[in-house]
């Protein structure tokens, strides 16, 4: 037995099938007035016994040299199939998993009967793997903990971290909570990839609110420009000197390593110059670039 179910669009494929209801003389002028107007790209949820697919379709208005309406369905599609029968996810051609919005997925999710990953999955939206997703709608992966050990072992930035499941899934769990702006794992992916302890980051990100994170970027660019590792847990101000030290580090770097930048010094600060004839490169500066290093 087979279902289909439109999640999004519906309105825009209500409007495209009452193109084709109109007198050939209405199909004519709407066409070359407001053709675009009937076009539809709809979501819909296709269930039967072999498969679950999630998918996109796009279909458009189009009129023949006779006067003739029909409908033409567009190539590019984007779509997820799973196999009742191999229990795998599949992803279409030139899909991935950003394609659909977490609404979207969660219908998915619901028909599936496994609502515990609802809220998991908005944290991880598009980080997840087919593999992952595949092992979760067959029930291989029942519950939250058995999700983060699974998502640990496939991410390097994670894997050779401290971070433990229990701790990443209780940090899963505070974005749910306390997520106002919909921020994402991906966001804080190159902050674990520089933290010298991931359980460490998790304490801080849960302490400090995800969105004042941010103050923190500049450092985090940083380190990884340096190759060097953070420590999270040390004071807001310790943190700053950091950043200063890894300035002095990057602009000691530029000057041996790249000849066309010049340092001129504009009052208490040192500004780059980029390939000016006018600015001769100064090499006494160098040495108040090393100060403190």
């Excluded at 992952?132 to 050990?149: A, Q």
């Excluded at 921020?183 to 998790?202: D, E, N, P, Y």
Aim: proline fraction near 3%; aromatic fraction near 12%; hydrophobic fraction near 35%.
């Amino acid at each position: 037995m087979s279902s289909r179910e439109i999640l999004n669009g519906i309105e825009s494929l209500e409007r495209h099938k009452k193109f084709f209801t109109f007198s050939p003389e209405r199909q004519r002028m709407e066409y070359y007035m407001h053709k675009n107007f009937y076009n539809t790209n709809y979501v819909y949820l296709y269930s039967d016994d072999d498969k679950v697919c999630l998918a996109n379709e796009i279909r458009r208005v189009r009129l023949g040299s006779s006067g003739k309406a029909w409908a033409q369905r567009d190539k590019d599609r984007k779509g997820l199939t799973y196999d009742k029968h191999t229990k795998k996810v599949k992803l279409w051609y030139n899909s991935s998993m950003y394609s659909f919005s977490h609404c979207e997925m969660r219908k998915l999710f619901e028909h599936m009967n496994v609502q515990w990953f609802i809220n998991i999955h908005e944290a991880v939206y598009g980080l997840i793997t087919p593999t992952m997703l595949g092992k979760v709608l067959s029930g291989k992966i029942t519950d939250e903990l058995g999700f983060c050990k699974e998502f640990i072992k496939s991410k390097p930035w994670l894997k050779n971290s401290d971070v433990t499941p229990e701790k990443f899934a209780d940090l899963l769990i505070y974005f749910h909570k306390n997520n106002g702006n919909n921020t994402t794992l991906s966001s804080f992916i190159q902050a674990f990839s520089v933290a010298k302890s991931g359980r460490v980051l998790c304490d801080k990100i849960m302490s400090n609110g995800i969105n004042d994170f941010y103050i923190l970027y500049e450092i985090i660019q940083q380190a990884l420009a340096l190759d060097q590792k953070i420590d999270f847990s040390i004071p807001e101000k310790e943190i700053e000197k950091l950043s200063n030290r890894f300035k002095k580090m990057i602009m000691k770097l530029k000057l041996e390593t790249n000849p066309n930048v010049a340092l001129v010094k504009n009052g208490d600060r040192l500004d780059e110059v980029h390939d000016h004839p006018a600015y001769a490169r100064q090499e006494p500066l160098l040495d108040l670039v090393m100060q403190d290093l």
